[in-house]
């Protein structure tokens, strides 16, 4: 199983300047507006599955690829490095998204109709909680009775039950759960490895 963790920060696709002609007499220069183009980037669980029948019919080979993409805010610190120019005129800052992206890949053998458990989609968001009592907090040295900080840590883990059936064309089972070769209810007999 393979676990990767990126970050990404998505920039303005495109921008797109509409310039309005006029002449003035005596008038401060006009800035033409900008639009930004938004680019879309799906948010939540994605789950790629390609599945592959053997050839006894009843065992699947599949690659299984959960995503997860979260939203983390604006990236103000790095703001002032992303500018929309305009001529010689910088404008304000642009703040870039930041996005989270987690995903788990991996490829199991399943016979048809058992379930595959996927885990290993941790999150955890820290919070701190910065407090002080008004001017008190403030005093040098006596002013640290009056503060507290505190943190909360919250984790998550995403769970991904897959259970694959073979079908056919018209969408019904091809093997009936009680005519199969094995009992779907126990575990495979596992071959054992010869010590060295």
């Known amino acids: 199983m393979n676990l990767k963790k990126i970050a990404i920060l998505a920039a303005v696709a495109g921008l797109s300047l509409n310039v309005a002609r006029g002449q003035a007499i005596v008038a401060p220069a006009v800035v033409p507006a900008i639009t930004p183009t938004p680019a879309q980037i799906p948010f939540g669980p ?4 390609v599945p592959y029948v053997a ?3 009843y065992s699947i080979h599949m690659s299984i690829v959960p995503t997860l993409t979260e939203f983390l805010g604006y990236d103000t610190e790095f703001a002032s490095t992303f500018q929309t120019v305009v001529g010689n005129q910088p404008l304000q800052p642009t703040p870039l998204p930041s996005f989270r ?3 788990v890949v991996t490829t199991s053998i399943v016979w048809d109709g058992q ?4 885990g290993g989609l941790i999150a955890e968001n820290v919070t701190k909680v910065k407090d002080k009592v008004p001017l008190l907090g403030d005093i040098p040295l006596l002013g640290r ?3 507290s900080e505190s943190s909360h840590s919250e984790k998550k883990n995403l769970v ?3 259970t694959p059936k073979i079908i056919d064309p018209a ?3 091809v093997n009936a759960p009680d005519a199969l070769p094995y009992d779907p209810n126990t575990i495979p007999p596992q071959a054992s490895r010869p010590n060295p």
């Not at 379930?115 to 996927?118: D, I």
């Open 46 to 49: 994605v789950l790629d599955v």
């Open 55 to 57: 050839a006894d019919g």
């Open 101 to 103: 992206v987690r995903q």
């Open 115 to 118: 379930t595959v458990v996927l």
């Open 145 to 147: 009775l009056f503060r």
């Open 160 to 162: 991904i039950f897959v």
């Open 171 to 173: 969408g019904n089972r």
